[in-house]
């Protein structure tokens, strides 16, 4: 589950030049020349922020029409290319796919292209393809194991320095840019005090849910067109939505405590002192289809995040004394929009027990009690 934000990597996607002669309708240069693709981001491909070495693994789709004059989402439209599956040829060092397009040669004749990552699989992502009335879609499903979900990428179709929209074949290469169509979230807590040199006390994080009502969806459709999700009042997370253990396929950082007898599975939050500590693995986040497109939560406390913690006292070297405390706090209005990565750090506020002597007895006089000692 895996800063920021896009950041540009260009890498050459080469088509593969080989075909068969009843493959090629025209003889002109224009008709015999085949489409190639650049794509910059190091798309991820799964909760991890693995980047480019896998979408290497994984590979790209790309859905194209070809129309007669420019594209439009209510008109006619052919399919040019289906779920075109382009891959990584590591010893040649290039991007391929098979069998080769060519460029149409009508007079009036445009293609138009849309891409995502990482290739449909078992990954909750389904390809639907255009039609009179529509632009093709990605129907989009979050993975019921944390660990497992993907990092969504689809190309910009309408960016000003490489569209991708009615191309010919004197457009030259078909420049994908690709966009992050889903919220990302990291999650750290740490003590409001810093107790990382009190050897007697500490802090552990024991469970982390989101709590929510009809907010969160598991499942959504993306025009790749428009880049917006269609409204879905059906599919919901459930609330609470726990993050579950990343030892079984979850996020959440839990390990066995050892502590003056104290075992629970949780995270150490004490060590950092008043550095926050990540509740997840190094370099994994959550992924979630954005509320409201990029309007995000309308009110603080649409969404929420239980937590539960145990302060621990020790009171021998095998013994300790716990207070189990859950809280829950509201995340603020206009978190969780698409294509935005937030980082939420939570403080664990402890109230230390103090002494305060306000009055001293005293012992008064002396009281002279005589001792016969025989």
């Known amino acids: 589950m895996k800063t920021k934000s896009l950041f540009s990597l260009t890498i050459a996607l080469l088509a593969l030049a080989g075909c068969s002669e009843n493959e090629i309708t025209e003889q002109n ?15 991820q491909a799964r909760g991890a922020k693995n980047g480019l ?37 590591g010893s040649g060092n290039a991007w391929e796919y098979t069998p080769s397009k060519f460029w149409p040669s009508g007079t009036n004749d445009k293609v138009s292209f849309f891409a995502y990552a990482p290739y449909a699989g078992s990954n909750g992502i389904t390809l639907v393809s ?14 019921s194991n944390q660990k497992d979900m993907i990092d969504l990428v689809v190309s910009d179709p309408m960016d000003g320095s490489n569209g991708t929209m009615d191309m010919t074949s004197a457009s030259g290469t078909v420049d994908f ?33 989101l709590v929510h009502t009809s907010k969160l969806n598991s499942k959504g459709t993306l ?20 993050l579950t253990a990343a030892s079984s396929n979850g996020i959440l950082n839990l390990t066995a405590a050892s502590f003056a007898g104290y075992t629970t599975s949780s995270i150490d939050i004490s060590s950092g002192g008043t550095t926050a500590i990540s509740l997840f693995p190094a370099n994994e986040y959550l992924f979630l289809l954005p509320v409201d497109n990029a309007t995000g939560t309308a009110a603080a406390g649409d969404v929420q995040v239980k937590i539960e913690y145990d302060i ?20 603020p209005a206009g978190v969780l929009k698409k294509g ?9 506020s402890l109230n230390a027990i103090s002494f305060d002597v306000t009055t001293v007895e005293g012992w008064g006089t002396e009281s002279n009690q005589p001792v016969t000692v025989p």
């Open 29 to 43: 240069p224009d008709a015999n020349k085949a489409i190639g693709f650049n794509t910059y981001t190091a798309a």
């Open 53 to 89: 070495p896998d979408v290497k693994t994984s590979g790209f789709g790309v859905m194209a029409y070809q129309t007669n004059g420019a594209y439009n989402p209510a008109g006619a439209k052919s399919e040019f290319m289906n779920n075109q599956k382009v891959t990584w040829n």
């Open 130 to 143: 255009a039609d009179a009335s529509n632009n093709p879609q990605v129907n989009f499903s979050l993975q």
């Open 177 to 209: 840019k690709f966009l992050h169509p889903l919220t990302r979230v990291a999650m750290e807590a740490k003590t409001g005090t810093d107790i990382s040199a009190n050897t007697d006390t500490k802090v552990f994080i024991t469970a982390v849910s």
């Open 223 to 242: 025009d790749m067109k428009a880049l917006t999700w269609a409204s879905n009042t059906s599919d919901y997370l459930a609330s609470p939505y726990a």
């Open 312 to 331: 621990v006292n020790k009171t021998s070297a095998a013994t300790h004394t716990a207070s189990n405390v859950e809280k829950t706090v509201n995340l």
């Open 340 to 348: 935005t990565a937030y980082k939420f750090t939570f403080t664990v």
